[in-house]
C-alpha cells in the first residue's frame, strides 16, 4: 500500500524493491515473493524481504504481535542483516 504522504520512488529504489521482493523471507524463510518492509517510512535502501504473514499477519507479524519473530529471536536489524546478505551473495 502506498500513503498519500510519500514521494514517488526513484528508477533505483523501484530496481532495489524488486529485487528484494525477489528473495525469500528474512524471517521464516517462506519462498519468493516477498514484501518490501520499511524500517523508515519512504527508506526503501533499508527494506527487510518478508512474506505477507511475518510482514502484516496479526499474529506473525511485524505490524502485530510479532510472535515468529520472537521464536527466531529476530528483530529489524537481524532481519535487515539477512536480506542484505542475501542480495549481496
Do not use: Y
Not at 29 to 36: H, Q, T
Amino acid at each position: 500500500m502506498h500513503s498519500k504522504n510519500k514521494r514517488a520512488m526513484s528508477t533505483l529504489e523501484r530496481r532495489h524493491v524488486a529485487n528484494i521482493k525477489s528473495l525469500p523471507c528474512s524471517v521464516c524463510d517462506a519462498p519468493a515473493p516477498s514484501e518490501a518492509h520499511e524500517q523508515k517510512q519512504g527508506n526503501w535502501f533499508t527494506s527487510i524481504a518478508l512474506c505477507a504473514d511475518c510482514h502484516r499477519g496479526s499474529h506473525n507479524g511485524i505490524h502485530g504481535r510479532r510472535h515468529m519473530w520472537s521464536i527466531k529471536r529476530m528483530d529489524e536489524d537481524d532481519a535487515l542483516n539477512v536480506t542484505l546478505a542475501r542480495l549481496l551473495a
